[in-house]
């Protein structure tokens, strides 16, 4: 198995563009998680779904960020408009239980200009 | 709520010392408990956990004991390498409280030859 894999590995934008950032989890593996990492927050969670239905978005900074999961392989992190304090390192993570091991992926850095 | 603190870094060893790296936590269940570990430029990898009081938990070398009397998870090794250099982060998942990770600020450590 080919792991976690996010993409980009690196996005650079300009204030009040559209980021949509993307992620292909573990097969099998029925839990996915958004974080995101700053020197400032440390790791935050922002949403997690099970069965590709989510289930805890609290951590959701605002509405400019919205994610989904269409199916059971791909889930997309959209963040519209982005601005400087977006800038962060995101990772998506999955798992077979909700307090059982995580699996993260190598890592969003997004940097918004 | 629950929550994971963890000693500050970056903490800087040499090669083959012993390594301390102490977390304690709050909870109002019987959570379970994890480190994971950040090398560089990748995303968090499970190192070990432990699910109730008194179990230990190991990998690698790195040892953790729940310690429910004291609420504490401290990470051990009896001598570091220099590949052990890395963030290491506390977390804990209470079943009581939805099971999300709850993830301690992390702890940076440089090992030098």
């Known amino acids: 198995d080919a792991g976690v894999i996010q993409s980009p590995r690196h996005e650079v934008t300009e204030m009040g563009q559209e980021v949509t950032l993307r992620c292909k989890p573990i097969s099998g593996h029925d839990y996915l998680f958004w974080y995101r990492q700053t020197m400032m927050r440390g790791l935050e969670l922002l949403i997690y779904?099970?069965?590709?239905?989510?289930?805890?978005d609290s951590g959701m900074p605002e509405d400019r960020f919205s994610a989904k999961m269409p199916n059971a392989s791909f889930s997309t992190l959209k963040i519209q408009p982005s601005e400087p304090r977006d800038s962060a390192v995101y990772f998506c993570?999955?798992?077979?239980?909700?307090?059982?091991?995580?699996?993260f992926g190598p890592g969003t850095r997004l940097t918004v200009l | 709520g629950n929550s994971v603190t963890q000693m500050e870094g970056p903490v800087t060893l040499s090669e083959e010392a012993f390594l301390t790296i102490n977390c304690t936590y709050t909870a109002t269940g019987y959570p379970s408990l994890f480190w994971y570990v950040q090398y560089p430029g990748e995303g968090l990898q499970l190192l070990l956990k432990a699910t109730k009081a008194d179990d230990k938990g190991s990998n690698k070398g790195f040892e953790a004991t729940y310690r429910k009397e004291t609420t504490s998870f401290h990470l051990e090794k009896g001598s570091v390498q220099v590949s052990d250099s890395a963030v290491y982060f506390c977390?804990?998942?209470?079943?009581?409280?939805?099971?999300?990770?709850?993830f301690g600020q992390g702890t940076e450590l440089s090992v030098k030859p």
């Open positions: 993570a999955c798992g077979t239980g909700i307090n059982d091991e995580q699996f």
């Open positions: 779904f099970n069965n590709n239905v989510p289930i805890d």
């Open positions: 977390a804990l998942s209470d079943r009581n409280q939805g099971g999300k990770l709850i």
